[in-house]
């Protein structure tokens, strides 16, 4: 089962609301991650968990809080956003293994900022 | 750091043919080399990827080739089928952790 699941699909909110993004999976992967992916654009990278603790920040803006619970969850906290912050988030996850790179990646939130 | 180029942008062919598409990178060091294809309103999936101690792999109609003196990596899909019309991406790890640079992306149409 390679399958990492993402909630909400959707999301509107305003640029005063405060949201969360979910990410979960089951594969036992130590290092997860949060993408950014905007519309006929590759995937940016905007944080890596290493056995739930933060290992990389592409300076993200602070509006941005990730939080990675336990081993399995990893979410991401929405605050003051701007419109230009509209995109495909994308969580991916893969083991922590010398040489290892395979990262699979859940199916997104597609998040709107009116 | 690692620069990744990917070429054609975008590629039309007819269903039954073959397409292929190209990657460059810049980091002699970087020794994975995965291929994701994403559909419309979907993540990207890992179709096929290749280490740097082999030159090929392939899975049904899908290959990759890897040329470690010419810093290239292709991909490869034979007997082209509608669903294979997808955006796809090549990718190269950065010398540290597990970040990924990815190429910008080619728009592959199979017409039927």
């Known amino acids: 089962d390679t399958e990492v699941t993402q909630t909400p699909k959707h999301l509107v909110m305003g640029m005063t609301n405060k949201k969360s993004l979910k990410c979960e999976q089951h594969?036992?992967?130590?290092?997860m991650y949060w993408y950014k992916q905007k519309a006929k654009k590759p995937p940016e990278l905007m944080f890596v968990?290493?056995?739930?603790?933060?290992?990389i920040n592409e300076s993200v803006p602070s509006r941005f809080s990730p939080e990675c619970p336990n081993s399995s969850l990893l979410n991401l906290h929405l605050h003051a956003l701007q419109p230009e912050d509209s995109a495909l988030y994308l969580c991916?996850?893969?083991?922590?293994?010398?040489?290892?790179?395979?990262?699979?990646f859940g199916p997104g939130t597609r998040l709107t900022v009116t | 750091g690692e620069n990744v180029e990917q070429h054609p942008s975008t590629l039309s062919v007819q269903e039954g043919d073959s397409a292929v598409i190209k990657c460059t990178y810049s980091?002699?060091?970087?020794?994975?080399f995965p291929w994701y294809k994403q559909e419309l309103g979907k993540g990207p999936q890992l179709i096929i990827d290749?280490?740097?101690?082999?030159g090929e792999k392939k899975d049904q109609r899908i290959a990759v080739t890897l040329n470690k003196t010419a810093k290239h990596f292709s991909l490869h899909i034979t007997e082209t089928q509608p669903e294979d019309s997808a955006v796809y991406f090549c990718?190269?790890?950065?010398?540290?952790?597990?970040?990924?640079?990815f190429g910008a992306g080619t728009i592959l149409r199979v017409k039927s």
């Open positions: 991916a996850s893969s083991q922590i293994v010398a040489e290892t790179y395979e990262q699979y």
């Open positions: 594969m036992g992967h130590r290092a």
């Open positions: 968990y290493s056995y739930e603790k933060l290992s």
């Open positions: 980091d002699s060091a970087s020794n994975y």
């Open positions: 290749i280490r740097s101690n082999v």
């Open positions: 990718a190269a790890p950065l010398e540290y952790g597990n970040k990924l640079v």
